[in-house]
């Protein structure tokens, strides 16, 4: 009696466990003998988002290599990325926005101390970036504190290998490849949520469904960055989904050489219906979310 009373009490307990278990934004997947966890990042953090869960921890010092979109502490990369967000001389922002969606985008940079000789050379994708982390920084927020460029300087700590998935064209190309009426669609959505002191707000959401582990709500508040969802569909699968094609195999083919491999990326690719793990279970590979115990 006693014995079966101990089962029972064991399974109510495991139950529980199982219950309480929290989801986290990490993902483990297997082909073989072959392991990749894919975690996501914001890319703007605050100390509130750390320490990281045990299990990226666990995952992390178990794995033989990190892999990121481009490594944030390649000085030279980061220098080439800066010199494609400026407009080449003669050309400006006045010739590729409407003119009122201009102005205004113009005025929120100077707004925010950027001489407007300069913002008149930086690309939408740049300057609206610049915004949000110039408002960002205000609330707490900064690059500094990003969970990727955290987990860079650990892996380099570690003595990992750091490898990166895109090249500076690649991703450039990625964030220009959306049409002139959606980047003045999304320009001017940006700019009525940073007129009304919005881009704190939806960042910290942003955060909020990361540290759920909540893929499906994360993307919802992605789409909601743009004018409409059709919009938003469009602009993810420019942005989202030709990478995630691409940087798939190249995971799939690094794993091989470096087992584990431990992936670091923006939260959004681990997200909606052509996510890094939509794509790498079409390779092959079986895929689960990991939860930290409680």
Known sequence: MLNRQFAGFAFAMLLMQQAIAQPIYLWEARQGDTIVYLYGSIHLCSSKCFPLPAAVDDAMAGSAALAVELDPLDEKAISTLVQRAFYAPGDAVGQHLPKDIANRYLRALVERGVPQAAAKQMKPWFGTTMIEIIDAQRDGFSAEQGVDLHLVKQARAQGKAVVELETVEEQVSALES????????????????????????????????????????????????????????????????????VMARRIAAEAVKRKPLFVVIGAAHLAGTASLQVQLEAAGFSVRQISDPP
């Open 178 to 245: 959306m049409s002139a009426d959606d980047e003045a669609g999304a320009t001017r959505q940006f700019l009525d949520m940073a007129d009304t002191g919005r881009t704190t707000t939806y960042l910290r959401e942003m955060v909020a469904a990361w540290r759920d582990g909540d893929a499906a709500r994360l993307y919802a508040r992605s789409l909601a960055a743009f004018p409409d969802a059709k919009a938003g569909e469009r602009a993810m699968a420019a942005l989202l989904d030709a990478r995630n094609r």
